[in-house]
């Protein structure tokens, strides 16, 4: 085996990967437990945390670009970078996401919900049940496994849709639209946390196959 | 255009490729030996006009017996056994009758190290068209300019045609190496390895310059710098221990090899 120093590049640029991941996974959790507990110190925990995600997807994109120029990786060497490049920004804008709901959970302050958030909960725990999945799909490269992410997209999809359908119909007070407006925009980026589970997926069959896949449409 | 696989020993082995552009050279199941040494094993590789094949893989695999091979040259090692064919144009080159001055005027062949003669730039390029018998001066200038143009130099060297070719820097004598080889008219031209005696400006030179040429020539290129085939090649071919791992459109070579040797190799994990 030769090439040690790239091998061993290449090993830390995906642990930085794996960091960037459970932060962002974390960011999002902790951001749905203060809307869900009205807890604005831990929302503005969450606004913190996103500044160490973002330099952190820079650090990534630093260490990658560094390694493509200096050790000219090809084929599956250069997928795995730009891979790694791609699903970083993913994550980091799982991170946007899970600021924009501590954002909508400050702006809700501690307004009883207009309707329970059951459904929310759902979609929220689904989301994250697929970005733990692709997490581990990418430590095993099991394309098994990032396939029944796409499946779990169409359920979060179909449950945003109906979510935000329902809160549509809801009849409130001037006062009250504010915080259907917040509900709807929360749902809005927990889909869109689970659509970057879906495009890191399809990451993972690119690097794995050398092919663009749409595993969702 | 129409790609059929064939499998060769169970081994993914060649693409033959059935579209407008023609073969010029061919081996059907090559073999080589130097002495019991088999050096070559049922190589089986298609060149097309105006493309630039290139042979890749580590020192010993046979990639420069197998570009000594196409102009015969490998003849001169007296040890030499061959089996097998290799056709240009479609005929057999080691058929019997088969001129090898015929051959090698139409297949040009540039070397790793620069190697002008102790001549003038001039005489340099009107070497080979003297010996086929043009005497008229006239013709003679023409050649020459045509030549150094078409290997690039001629803004350089134009205004000193009679100096001493050894003045020149590494790059413009491997470029006067190639326009010699252009004065002749080849068909074909084999590079082995033609820049690794040269500075980074004077292969980024020489590789503008094989681009170029394929407008007009086909050209087999043995290289050991990956990405210099990775730029200018349309297909690459895969030599390991004499034989032919993987043919292949470079592009496909260089991201989705089909066999984990050839990724092993282009990713630097041996040879």
Known sequence: MIRERFEHDL??????????????????QTAFKAFVNKDIDLALQVIKTDLKINRLEETINDRVILLIAKQQPVATDLRRL????????????????????????????????????????????????????IVEAFLEENTTKAKEIAQLDDEVDELTGNTISNLMKL????EQVSQITSLSYVCR?????????TNIAEHLFYLLKGKHYELNN | MVQILTEFNGTRHAVHEINSKSIVMQSNNFNLWYGSNHALKDINLNMQENEVTAII???????STYIKALNRMVELVPIVRTAGEISYRGRNIFANGYEVEELRTKVGMVFQKPNPFPKSIYDNIAYGPRIH????????????????????????????????????????QQRICIARCLAIEPDVILMD??????????????????????????????????????????????????EVIEFDQTDTIFSTPSDQRTEDYISGRFG
């Not at chain 1, 889909?191 to 970057?196: C, L, M, P």
């Not at chain 2, 893989?57 to 990639?63: A, D, L, M, N, R």
């Not at chain 2, 040429?213 to 210099?228: A, D, G």
Request: aromatic share 4%; glycine share 6%.
């Open chain 2, 57 to 63: 893989g580590p020192s010993g695999c046979g990639k």
């Open chain 1, 82 to 133: 730009i891979v790694v490049i791609k699903a970083a920004t993913d994550m980091e804008r799982i991170g946007d996401h899970a600021v924009n709901i501590a954002k909508e959970t400050i702006r809700i302050g501690k307004e009883p919900f207009v309707s329970s958030i059951e459904p929310i909960e759902e979609m929220f725990h689904k989301s994250i049940l697929m970005l733990r999945q």
């Open chain 1, 11 to 28: 090993i830390a640029v995906q642990q930085d990967l794996m960091e960037i991941c459970d932060l962002s996974i974390d960011s999002l």
């Open chain 2, 133 to 172: 018998g043009i005497k008229n001066k006239k013709i003679l200038d023409e050649i020459v300019e045509k030549s150094l143009r078409g290997a690039a130099i001629w803004d350089e060297v134009k205004d000193r045609l009679n100096e001493n070719a050894y003045g020149l820097s590494g790059g413009q």
């Open chain 2, 193 to 242: 390895e033609p820049t690794s005696a040269l500075d980074p400006i004077s292969t980024l030179k020489v590789e503008e310059l094989v681009q170029e040429m394929k407008e007009q020539y086909s050209i087999v290129i043995v290289t050991h710098n990956m990405q210099q085939a990775a730029r200018i090649s349309d297909k690459t071919a895969f030599f390991l221990n004499g």
């Open chain 1, 171 to 174: 009849t409130v007070s001037n």
């Open chain 1, 189 to 197: 980026c927990i889909e869109r946390s689970a659509d970057h589970a």
